[in-house]
């Protein structure tokens, strides 16, 4: 379903993504992609969902159906949030209002259906984007950032929701911040450092001490939540902070 290998995507003379491997997801699986700010999340996200063109290398997502939902929802034009994912829903449904209606209810929004979607806040917004992709039930469900602008009452419902989704055997790839929530709902972390795959695996794998002070400059612990790693930083050192070649691998 996905094939990213030695991916490169410049801006310029500024290499953003350099020569990317990413592990092929297996059906029903989560994949959280983490890494601090300019890491390149986004563009990986974008390269994959085919908005940001490759330098060099492999993006190959077959025949399988893509979603992408980006980090916020830009509208001009006159649309309600019911009529937006509606429409969304007809590239990919034969039962567009059925769809759009089951997507506003799976996310709770059906109150917003008849709002514009303009006048959303940011966070309803994001929700808007899940719903129109969710509407599709896309065989890929590439999200960036999708839970920046919620409360954490949404957070958890929206990765509850992706949770279920994907047990029809879509694979979804959500480019997170929060460590936690990350631990908690993914089934497999990447962690992007400089433009490369820092690291590779199981959040147990990946989430420790280490890798936290490399990537994150931070002094953590980590602490075992039956079998869920939680992160609680200490201190931050920007001074130790400093790119690095990928060290780690599963």
Known sequence: MLKVEQACVNFG???????????????????????????????????????QKLTSGTCDTGDATVGYVP??????????????????????????????????EKLGIVHLAHRYVHQLSGGQRQLVAVAQMLAREPDLMLLDEPTSALDLRHQVHLLDTLRKEVSRGAVALVAIHDLNL?????????????????????????????????VYGIRARVIDDEGVPMVCPVEANFSKLEPHEPTHSR
């Open 182 to 214: 990350a631990a908690r709902y993914c089934d497999e972390l990447v962690v992007l450092h400089g433009g490369r795959v820092h690291a590779h695996g199981t959040p147990a794998e990946v989430l420790n001490t280490e890798l936290l002070g490399e």
């Open 71 to 104: 980090q916020d929802l830009l509208t001009s034009a006159s649309l309600t949030a019911f009529e937006s994912v509606v429409i969304s829903a007809k590239r990919g449904s034969a039962n567009a209002l059925e769809s759009a209606v089951e997507a506003l």
């Open 13 to 51: 003379k500024r290499e953003v993504l350099k020569g990317v491997d990413l592990p092929e997801p297996g059906p029903g699986t989560i994949v959280g992609l983490i890494g601090p700010n300019a890491a390149g999340k986004s563009t990986l996200v974008k390269t994959i969902a085919g908005i």
